[in-house]
């Protein structure tokens, strides 16, 4: 009872398996769990090997540490206690790769051990290759990168993120000293339109602590895509500081701008600066024409015309009809009407017909009202006696020489040829009759 109580009263605890990195340092845990009626009398750590086991390191509580001359320069315990045993290994180089066993001896158990597999791990040494080829819009399909993760151990995942519809292909090479490496290509048909896109390298390897992404942003070369702008269409005789630009997209960048003229030599007063053509003068009408401007860069030359017609000069505006007060004979002042303002040809049949309509309703009226004025009203009805009309205008005159008075010559000469009037000079219905010619 008491044997079976001490093996359960002290326990050594490893984890099964450490991953270290070529290079850097790693830690081999160690705890010991010691009852409290036991007393530690050392731990150490030895390396398993072929030819058998070989001791790494020791912690005596009274006596201190020893660790074997191979091991002393790159060997320590972390924080040696009775309850922790570790220890840390610098520098880990590929012969480190073994099984190690963390041992303690108390009293009066005796010895307790755990063993941990050490695995050397190489972190590969990414980076990505663009193709050998230039990548050319519309050429065939090609390799546009290669990632590769060199050296590894073991050997990592290499694998492509894109949208743009390629493919890929993965290589794997084992090194002489134990490493692997994986190339990973990226095969696709180049087109200009995914210009500025982006391809990931994604690697996966245990010495990384998250997957590495690399992003890679293919160069898709083509011929200048060309656009003129400065015309209008509105170009016409006399008109100044016009311009005509031809602008070109490009990669690489175009190099080359030239402006021609189709079937004719270029204009006199024309000037090209750059990828500009100017008119140093008003335009004249033997400026049409087609231009052309042709643009070059590595990939090609590319060209695109202008048909350029020179129209006639605009029409002045015209002026407004100053309109001028009528004076007649006796220096009276005439009204005058306002002028109206210019119709759109479109209404000019609605125009003319108004006013034709106007005009027969005006003598209707008249008309109406002097058939009606001439109707006997058993008197005399006096007729206006002067009614003066200049240039279409009606001045309106006095109820004296519109109706003379009775006795005079006019009104016996109406009386004569009307009968007896009444002694007012007028019945009420020939003044409201008067009264609307009066007002027309």
Request: hydrophobic fraction near 35%.
């Amino acid at each position: 009872m008491f044997l079976l109580t001490g093996i359960w009263s002290s326990q050594v605890i490893v984890p099964k398996q450490v991953n270290a990195v070529l290079g850097r340092n790693v830690t081999l845990d160690c705890t010991v769990e010691v009852d409290s009626n036991h007393t530690l009398i050392q731990t150490s750590w030895q390396r398993r090997l072929p030819t058998g086991s070989v001791t790494v390191a020791v912690y005596h509580p009274h006596v201190g540490i020893s660790i074997p001359l191979e091991f002393s320069h790159r060997v320590y315990f972390r924080s040696p206690s009775s309850h922790d045993a570790s220890i840390v290994l610098e520098k880990i180089v590929f012969f480190d790769d073994g099984v190690y066993t963390c041992k303690v001896t108390t009293f009066p158990l005796g010895i307790t051990e755990a063993s941990t597999t050490l695995t050397v791990l190489v972190e590969p040494k990414v980076y990505i290759s663009a193709g050998s080829s230039a990548l050319i819009d519309g050429g065939s399909e090609t390799t546009v990168a290669t990632c590769i993760a060199e050296r590894g151990r073991p050997a990592a995942e290499v694998s492509w993120e894109s949208n743009l519809f390629g493919h890929s292909d993965v290589q794997l090479y084992n090194e002489a000293n134990g490493t692997s490496s994986r190339k990973a290509r990226y095969l696709w048909q180049p087109t200009r339109h995914v210009q500025g896109h982006s391809l990931i390298c994604v690697v996966r390897h245990p010495a990384l602590q998250t997957d590495l992404r690399i992003p890679f942003k293919p160069n898709v070369q083509f011929a200048p895509d060309i656009s003129v702008v400065g015309y209008d269409g509105d170009w016409y005789v006399g008109r100044n500081n016009v311009q005509m630009t031809c602008k070109a997209n490009a990669n690489p960048p175009a190099h080359h701008f030239r402006w021609i003229r189709l079937g004719r030599k270029m204009p006199e007063g024309v000037d090209v600066m750059k990828s500009t053509l100017l008119f140093l003068r008003p335009l004249q009408r033997n400026d049409s024409g087609v231009y052309r401007c042709e643009v070059a860069n590595d990939v090609n030359r590319r060209s695109r015309d202008v048909r350029i017609l020179i129209q006639d000069p605009p029409a002045m505006p015209s002026t407004s009809t100053i309109s001028s007060s009528l004076v007649d004979n006796k220096s009276h002042v005439l009204p005058s009407f306002p002028t109206l303002q210019a119709n759109p040809v479109g209404n000019v049949g609605s125009v003319v017909g108004g006013a034709v309509g106007g005009a027969l309703f005006l003598l209707v009226l008249s008309l109406a009202g002097v058939l009606y004025f001439r109707k006997p009203y058993g008197t005399c009805c006096y007729k206006p006696y002067k009614v003066y009309r200049v240039h279409n205008d009606l001045r309106k005159l006095t109820q004296h020489e519109l109706y003379p008075t009775k006795g005079s010559r006019q009104a016996d000469h109406y009386q004569d040829e009307w009968g007896e009037c009444p002694a007012n000079g007028y019945t009420r219905a020939m003044r409201e009759s008067t009264s609307s010619i009066t007002a027309f």
